[in-house]
């Protein structure tokens, strides 16, 4: 468990330093991918959705963005490219 109290979980998520340099805040974590501890699991998910950004990446290796918009047809038009970057790294770094 981590030393920090309920109420103040978001904060293990925001910027902090270490060993001299910055590491980033992972609540925002592109301009269009958001984690919370709370939101499938903590899971790095496309702002304002509870669409994974692994799910968007296991898609977009299917068939790209035709695959994508097949799947979740409300997403025409709204910019997913750099959440479908992370989901891609997290699919890549496993």
Do not use: C, M, W
Not at 21 to 48: F, I, M, Q, W, Y
Not at 80 to 86: K, M, N, R
């Amino acid at each position: 468990p981590l030393p920090v109290p309920i109420a103040e979980l978001d904060e293990v998520f925001r910027p902090f330093d270490l060993g001299g340099r910055r590491a980033p805040g992972l609540l925002n974590v592109s301009e269009n991918t958001r984690l919370h501890p709370a939101v499938l699991h903590g899971s790095p998910h496309l702002k304002d959705r509870r669409i994974s950004a692994q799910a968007l990446a296991g898609l977009d290796e299917r068939g790209g963005d035709h695959a994508i918009i097949a799947a979740y047809p409300e997403l025409e038009g709204i910019e997913i490219s750099d959440t479908v970057s992370v989901g891609h790294q997290l699919v890549n770094a496993g």
